[in-house]
């Protein structure tokens, strides 16, 4: 079975804390759509807040400053996304997993999503902010961590090999980053399917040899 990372669980938890969790993930919620209607600069805490259904004062006993939510949202994406990527994994079955596959639902279920496009947000404004960039630092590389050490692991060496397949995922998800930013402003959604289509035919292409059974 696939490892996926988990909380603690709900019923351990006592009442307020069970309502205090409820509430982060409304405020996540909140955070999540206004990042993606707003961009992360007109990502006001008074702006997600109205987004919510709690005042600010309420948002801020749990987020006194908008870097503090920017830092707890990221890392809640980015655990979805590595358990999304595992839950697909399980569904389908180790043995027919194949990194092309693994782009395409990426591509469909991931990149375009509203949590995506915030996190890409969240990176934009970190980008000129000393301090948040810092924050997310060790949580980014967290994820970096698990992510090689869960989705790494879904392949079998005997197949591709660890350093194969962390190249060929690191290419294929930067590539698939550069088309929700860059080429979205630019392409239409069809033309940028199409790509990941090729791209996809063109791993499959590249890791043929390594499918072939060798001859008796």
């Known amino acids: 079975m696939v490892e996926r990372i988990t909380e ?3 019923e351990a938890k006592s009442h307020q ?4 969790d409820r509430m982060r993930r409304e405020i996540v919620l909140a955070a999540i759509s206004c990042l993606h209607k707003n961009g992360y600069h007109r990502a006001s805490i008074k702006k997600i807040a109205l987004e919510s259904s709690f ?3 309420a948002l801020q006993h749990h987020f006194p400053t908008k870097e503090d939510l920017m830092v707890f949202v990221m890392d809640k994406i980015l655990t979805k996304s590595l358990n999304l990527t595992l839950e ?3 569904e389908i079955g180790r ?14 279920n991931q990149m375009r999503s509203p949590e995506f496009l915030a996190m890409l947000e969240i990176m934009v ?6 301090s948040l960039r810092n924050r ?21 060496e005997s197949v591709y090999g660890p350093a194969v397949t962390r190249v060929l995922i690191t290419a294929s998800r930067s590539m698939l980053c550069g088309f929700v930013t860059y080429d979205a402003m630019f392409r239409d959604a069809q033309e940028m399917d199409r790509l990941v289509e090729e791209w996809a035919e063109i791993l499959d292409l590249l890791l043929a040899p390594k499918f072939s059974k060798s001859p008796n």
Do not use: C, H
Not at 95 to 108: G, Q
Not at 137 to 156: M, N, W
């Open 8 to 10: 603690e669980p709900l």
């Open 17 to 20: 804390q069970r309502k205090s």
């Open 55 to 57: 005042s600010q004062g």
């Open 88 to 90: 697909w994994a399980e």
């Open 95 to 108: 043995e027919n997993i194949r990194i092309s596959d693994m782009t395409k639902v990426w591509w469909s």
């Open 125 to 130: 404004g970190a980008r000129t902010d000393d």
């Open 136 to 156: 997310l630092k060790p949580v980014v590389e967290d994820y970096g961590r698990k992510a090689d050490e869960r989705v790494i692991a879904l392949f079998p």
